[in-house]
């Protein structure tokens, strides 16, 4: 079992990396911000038909599953996504509420991380079969695979 240091250290070295992802020193290319923040409706908003999601779906699907840390973080155990529902994939058109509700949803975790007792890391997530140590590792990497995805979607439109 670690010990308590060590996932105090764990989680703090997990919320720098949610920070650096939106707006730090990502390891990387460019951060979210600046390469997806940037980018105009239209762009966002662009379907291809070798890709299953355009890029605001894929930054509303992120900020999904970093709400439901911040609900589990913060106490509310009743909270849930359904794997390919609305819910998991919502399909929001205004791309500057998409962008706004992305950063509401980015500090709310950074302060629930800050906000969690220590003790809890270890324990599992209710209604899962993981600990929050392990749901916030999750996070950081879920971050990362869809922003790869975004990131292929602007390769093929930067083709076009």
């Known amino acids: 079992?670690?010990?308590?240091?060590?996932?105090?250290?764990?989680?703090?070295?997990?919320?720098?990396q949610l920070s650096d992802f939106y707006n730090g020193d990502s390891w990387v290319t460019y951060n979210l911000h600046r390469r997806i923040f940037s980018l105009d409706s239209a762009i966002a908003f662009k379907k291809l038909p070798q890709h299953h999601h355009c890029i605001a779906e894929q930054l509303q699907h992120i900020t999904s599953w970093r709400n439901f840390a911040v609900q589990r973080l913060?106490?509310?155990?009743?909270?849930?996504?359904?794997?390919?529902?609305?819910?998991?994939?919502?399909?929001?058109?205004?791309?500057?509420?998409?962008?706004?509700?992305?950063?509401?949803?980015?500090?709310?975790?950074?302060?629930?991380?800050?906000?969690?007792?220590?003790?809890?890391?270890i324990l599992t997530v209710p209604g899962r079969n993981y600990s929050f140590l392990f749901l916030l590792?999750?996070?950081?990497?879920?971050?990362?695979?869809?922003?790869?995805?975004?990131?292929?979607?602007?390769?093929?439109l930067d083709e076009e």
Not at 1 to 16: F, Q
Not at 138 to 156: F, I, P
Request: aromatic residues 14%; without cysteine; negative net charge.
């Open 1 to 16: 079992m670690p010990d308590s240091d060590y996932t105090r250290a764990e989680a703090a070295s997990l919320s720098k």
């Open 74 to 121: 913060t106490g509310n155990n009743s909270f849930d996504i359904a794997d390919n529902s609305i819910s998991d994939w919502p399909q929001g058109k205004d791309w500057g509420a998409i962008k706004n509700d992305f950063l509401h949803t980015h500090y709310a975790l950074l302060k629930a991380i800050a906000d969690f007792d220590n003790e809890n890391w």
């Open 137 to 156: 590792k999750g996070v950081v990497h879920h971050d990362y695979y869809h922003y790869g995805q975004m990131t292929s979607l602007l390769a093929v």
